[in-house]
Structures are given as structure tokens and as C-alpha cells.
């Protein structure tokens, strides 16, 4: 895929460097190209500059020195080679921000760092449906597009976890299990299910999010808020 540089305004803060990496070794999700236009139709309103790409082999320092926000955009499998990881821990570890979506859990299971910085490896899901959301928190400016609500009903894929993150991450919202129907057996159970959650450790912002299987999840005006104020607040834009 090639590299697109989205346009800034010039009349907003000084501009944010937002990688989007979209590199599939799994499964691929067709709405990886409406996350795309989401997230450069957002480029022009957030003054962002994005560069987008599904070349692994240019996450290196020369690239990444100049990025301050990687999103993965439902990236899949061992995406990465070791040069690219050596170069993602040096990006991390100069306190740069994570944004994951969706199937970024399913990616890089063999990577520590990665898994620490999505906060939960995908395991299985029931088939995708509507089901409703449980909203816990507020607190977070990705919260922001849903506070009054105490819970959201839409349709995506919903995602268990090998381990429960909520002892190593901070909850956001949780899936309703039993808006769920229609399933073979009960192996996508966790009780408790988060499904949002962020962390924020030695100067080094992460936030994961569920939303993203389907196209109309990227035109969805209270995700794409929900998305674009992770984003701002994994740049250090917004507390």
C-alpha cells in the first residue's frame, strides 16, 4: 500500500504524526479501507498528518522518529519482522502513543512488548451481531461522545481474550453477554468482558478498542469521536 500524506490546518495546535498500520498475516477485515477513509476524512478537522502503509519493512527509525501515534488498523498475525519490532520498542520507549482497534489483539502474539501495549490477545468471538455495550467509565476523553448514555447497542464482532485484561489495564466498557444469541457454544464467555480500555505507563499512552469489524462502524459519528479522541489523547493532546 502506499504511504498518503493527509492535508493540515494550519489554523489549528501544531500538527499530529499519526502511523496507520494495516498489514494482515491473518485474517483480513474489509473495513480496513473505511477505517482508512475515517481516519484521513478526520485528518483535515484534528490536523493530523497520517501516513498509512502496510509495509512493514519501513517501520524503522526513519520513519518512526517522525511519528508521534501509531494506530493499528486491524492489523493480523506476525505482521512485524525483528528488525521492525526493535525499531516499534525504540519509537514505544521514547514515550510515543498506541491506538489499537479491533483486530489489533490478533496480532503479534509472540511479542511482549505488543502485548502489553494492546493490553489483551483475541482468543475467539460469537458470530458478529448487535449486542450492547456497558459503559464503566467516563473519565476519558474517548468517553467523551457517549457520556449520558449508560450503554451503546450496535453490531461488530465481539472479542474475548485469552486472559482477562482488567488487572493490568483501566476498564472502560464491557460487553453485555447476555445481548448475545445465536451461538454454537459458550466459549466466547468471559463474565467479565471488557471490551475499551487504555494504560498509560513510564510516559507511554495505550488505548485499545473493540469497535471495527464492519464498515459502518467507521462511519458511525460516535465512534469515529470515540477513535479521533484516542488518537489525540495517545498524542498528548488531551488529558
Known amino acids: 500500500m502506499n504511504i498518503v500524506y493527509a492535508q493540515q490546518d494550519e489554523q489549528k495546535q501544531e500538527a499530529l504524526h499519526v502511523l496507520v498500520f494495516s498489514k494482515t498475516e491473518g485474517f483480513?477485515?474489509?473495513s480496513i479501507s473505511s477505517g482508512l477513509k475515517m481516519?484521513?476524512?478526520?485528518?483535515?478537522?484534528?490536523?493530523?498528518?497520517?501516513?498509512?502503509?502496510?509495509d512493514a519493512s519501513l517501520l524503522r527509525d526513519d520513519l518512526l522518529s517522525k511519528i508521534d501515534v501509531a494506530?493499528?488498523?486491524?492489523?493480523?498475525?506476525?505482521?512485524?519482522?525483528n528488525a521492525g519490532q526493535e525499531a516499534f520498542t525504540k519509537f514505544?520507549?521514547?514515550?510515543?502513543?498506541?491506538?489499537?482497534?479491533?483486530?489489533?489483539?490478533?496480532?503479534?502474539?509472540?511479542?511482549?512488548?505488543?502485548?502489553?501495549?494492546v493490553g489483551g490477545y483475541f482468543?475467539?468471538?460469537?458470530?458478529?451481531?448487535?449486542?450492547?455495550?456497558?459503559?464503566?467509565?467516563?473519565?476519558?476523553?474517548?468517553?467523551?461522545?457517549?457520556?449520558g448514555?449508560?450503554?451503546?447497542?450496535?453490531?461488530?464482532?465481539?472479542?474475548?481474550?485469552k486472559e482477562n485484561p482488567r488487572k493490568n489495564v483501566n476498564v472502560l466498557a464491557r460487553l453485555d453477554e447476555n445481548t448475545i444469541s445465536g451461538?454454537?457454544?459458550?466459549n466466547w464467555k468471559m463474565g467479565d468482558h471488557p471490551l475499551i480500555w487504555w494504560n498509560e505507563k513510564d510516559g507511554v499512552r495505550s488505548f485499545y478498542t473493540v469497535f471495527g469489524h464492519t464498515h459502518e462502524a467507521f462511519q458511525d459519528q460516535l465512534i469515529i469521536q470515540h477513535i479521533s479522541k484516542a488518537i489525540?489523547?495517545?498524542?498528548?493532546?488531551?488529558?
Open 28 to 30: 483480513r477485515h474489509e
Open 39 to 54: 481516519i484521513y476524512d478526520q485528518s483535515s478537522k484534528q490536523n493530523w498528518i497520517v501516513t498509512a502503509t502496510e
Open 71 to 81: 494506530v493499528f488498523l486491524n492489523p493480523t498475525g506476525d505482521a512485524i519482522c
Open 92 to 117: 514505544i520507549k521514547s514515550g510515543k502513543g498506541f491506538v489499537g482497534i479491533h483486530a489489533a489483539s490478533d496480532c503479534e502474539y509472540e511479542w511482549p512488548l505488543y502485548g502489553n501495549l
Open 123 to 147: 482468543l475467539t468471538h460469537p458470530p458478529a451481531q448487535e449486542a450492547t455495550v456497558i459503559f464503566e467509565n467516563f473519565d476519558h476523553p474517548a468517553m467523551q461522545p457517549f457520556e
Open 149 to 161: 448514555m449508560e450503554t451503546y447497542t450496535t453490531v461488530d464482532e465481539w472479542y474475548s481474550f
Open 183 to 186: 451461538t454454537r457454544n459458550d
Open 232 to 239: 489525540n489523547w495517545a498524542g498528548k493532546r488531551i488529558d
